[in-house]
């Protein structure tokens, strides 16, 4: 009977030494193909990041894939956006600014005066162009029991220089500020396709306004970019001057009700503090499996910003993964793995920087100023 018994033990112990060989097998076999796969993707990040091109966005510089295509948002300064027209002829402009100081003309205003209220012409080192003043309405509100009346204006001011077409503009503007207007554009200098500008200032796409400026004049621009053969990766960089600071980024994260709820979809991969060269932060990186099971990233940055300092402004970075092409679409398989996504990350990440200046000597033969439109 003992025998019997220990001949059945050795049986057992060889049969889930077998189990336990096979399960050793498969595990490692897992492995390597993880290992494998990971190290093709790292691969395939060094090949799509061999040639980077170097962004100017607002006050800083940030490194991308030279094949991936680069989109500015309208910037934004003192109330005013800046739209920019890359690839406009000068006598595509001049028909473009013929069309609206007529169509201005043609309009009434609220008020029941002259709708054109101000033509100033622009022509200094190569820009020409107009600025209007119109538009003019009128509201009423109170302060405290006081009935006051609120009176607004719109102003737009259209530029051309060598192929690329500016348009500042803003309504119900305040009529005690236009002078805001031809003060930032005396400050404009258009910049080359890809030109890095070496003085002070705020830079957005196609140029570059130039110092002194102030945070309280709350300058802003965004970026976003994608990445060839990845229709589901995009990347967003924004950057804000002159506002006061929220909640950070992990304060928002750690009061996240949707995902204390649904804990078990979202998977930190890193999460902290993290200064990148010397500009203050805070990241964080997630795994998400989305509700129709496709598994995505989504990498976070930003900064610990100061509202007086436009060197320290709100600044934002996302990379995300697994966004359908097709808008309102659901989430998709993210193409990038996690390895790839993470190595793609640091890489641009980490190139966020200052962009540094020099101050330029001042040149005594350039004409004044524009001077003011008349209202």
Same mark, same amino acid.
């Given at each position: @009977?003992?025998?019997? +018994? ?39 990040? *060094? ?38 027209? *890359? ?8 028909? =473009? ?18 709708? @054109? %209220? ?17 538009? =003019? ?24 220089? *060598? ?25 404009? =200098? ?65 009061? +996240?009700?949707?995902?204390? @709820? ?7 991969? =890193? ?5 990148? +060269? ?27 910003? +100061? ?36 190595? @793609? ?17 001042? *040149? %005594? ?11």
């Amino acid at each position: @009977m003992d025998h019997n +018994n220990a001949l059945l033990t050795a049986l057992l112990i060889k049969k889930w030494n077998r189990r336990l060989a096979a399960i050793g097998l498969v595990a490692f076999a897992a492995w390597t193909v993880d290992a494998v796969s990971s190290m093709k993707d790292r691969e395939k990040v *060094d090949k799509m990041t061999e040639k980077m091109q170097t962004v100017c966005v607002g006050r800083f510089l940030i490194d991308l894939p030279d094949a991936s295509p680069v989109s500015f948002r309208s910037a934004f300064i003192q109330g005013i956006d800046i739209s920019t027209y *890359d690839g406009e002829s000068e006598q595509e402009f001049l028909i =473009r600014l013929a069309k609206e100081e007529a169509a201005i003309n043609a309009k009434p205003n609220d008020v029941g005066t002259k709708n @054109m %209220e101000s033509v100033t012409e622009i022509k200094r080192e190569g820009l020409i162009g107009k600025i209007f003043v119109f538009g =003019r309405n009128s509201t009423y509100g109170f302060h405290g029991e006081e009935k006051i009346t609120l009176t607004g204006v719109a102003i737009s001011g259209y530029i051309h220089a *060598d192929g690329v077409s500016f348009d500042f503009t803003a309504s119900d503007y305040d009529p005690a500020k236009i002078g805001n207007l031809p003060k930032l554009i005396d400050q404009l =200098r258009p910049l080359a396709k890809g030109e890095i500008p070496s003085e002070p200032g705020f830079c957005f796409d196609r140029g570059i306004i130039r110092d002194p400026l102030v945070a309280a004049q709350r300058e802003r621009v965004t970026i976003s970019a994608h990445f060839q053969g990845h229709p589901d990766v995009t990347l967003g960089f924004d950057t804000a001057a002159g506002l006061n600071p929220g909640s950070s980024l992990l304060t928002r994260d750690a009061n +996240n009700s949707v995902k204390k @709820m649904f804990f078990f979809l979202f998977k930190k991969l =890193r999460a902290g503090e993290r200064a990148i +060269n010397g500009i203050p932060g805070e990241e964080l990186l997630e795994r998400v499996r989305e509700s129709n099971l496709a598994v995505v990233y989504g990498f976070q940055w930003e900064s610990l910003s +100061n509202p007086d300092n436009v060197f320290l402004p709100e600044i934002s970075l996302e990379f995300d993964t697994g966004l359908n092409p097709n808008q309102g679409g659901k989430p998709v398989q993210s193409s990038f793995s996690e390895a790839a996504t993470m190595a @793609m990350w640091d890489k641009i990440s980490s190139s966020l920087r200052v962009r540094p200046t020099v101050v330029p000597k001042v *040149d %005594e033969t350039l004409p004044p100023p524009m001077p003011l439109p008349r209202t």
